[in-house]
């Protein structure tokens, strides 16, 4: 159990498990969530950490098709830039390591944006705090979880 499957459990909210075999050599841990599941890239979300001008981390979900838009995120937290968040500071954190960073269970709780197409399905997938493994759950799960809002923050 991770953290973030234990937050889940903990709370009592419904929610599955999902495992692959993860591939050290791929490129993008979301897509390749995606492809081995074999559901929609539309429905499997990444978990990004920002840092704004004033140094605060926050973390934006959005589906792995999608790209975040610094210009957006920044704006919907009233801050004038956003920037990724160095490796270090993401994993110091989060509790996570890169490509198995979930947006339940983080160490420190960070604000948490969630892009609001994922209001357009029952379920989601989002890190279960492990490369190669995935939790879904519905968007008002995740929403109430991470005490986060659904914004649009794709470009």
Known sequence: MTPGINQAKKHKVLYTIHEYSHDESSESYGLEAADKMGVPQEIVFKTLVVTLDNKELVVGIIPVSSMLSMKLIAKALGAKKAYMADKFDVERSTGYILGGVSPLGQKKRLKTLIHSSANNYSTIYVS?????????????????????????ICQ
């Open 128 to 152: 279960a705090g492990r490369r190669g493994l995935e939790i879904e759950l519905s968007p008002t799960d995740l929403v109430k979880l991470t005490k986060g809002k659904l914004e649009d």
